[in-house]
């Protein structure tokens, strides 16, 4: 089974619990390193989760994935925070960290670039806006590959 399918799949059982739980499900990934595989589930809330957070919620969904066996290999579970360098997937994810510093990239050069390191002013429709030395850009969503925060001294 394809990667993407598996972590859809893993999305679709492990959601409800952790709404139910009061926590946003931010991304899930699966992934070999190392020869060995895990199957990554980040979650978050306001002012961040913490140790219990991880732990019940990977003791609510490990009885789940054991009886629905979307994965035909062995894997090791991990359920964390998505850290200081959080991953922006969503549109609410850029108005929820509006002001912070964020990495953008894009699929193909936008504005005559890929790379763009900025503060989050928001969105605009389907548009991420970035303030990058005084000057805001305007990047539709879709063109973006990849937005990370950037940690901030």
Known sequence: MAKPKISRIVEE???PVIQEAGLE?????FVKEGGRRYLRIFID???????EDCRKISAAINPLLDEKDPIPY???L??????????????ADYVRFA???????????FNGQKKFVGRI???RGDDVLLEIDGMEYSIPLI???SARLEVEF
Do not use: D, H, N
């Open 99 to 109: 002001g912070r510093l964020v990495k953008v990239t894009t699929f193909a050069p």
């Open 25 to 29: 499900l931010v991304e899930v990934e």
């Open 143 to 145: 063109r973006i590959s």
């Open 78 to 91: 991990e359920v964390s925070s998505p850290g200081v360098q959080r991953l922006l997937k969503k549109p």
């Open 13 to 15: 059982i492990a959601l």
């Open 45 to 51: 809330k306001p002012g961040g989760v913490g140790l």
């Open 74 to 76: 062995a894997y090791t």
């Open 121 to 123: 002013v928001g969105m």
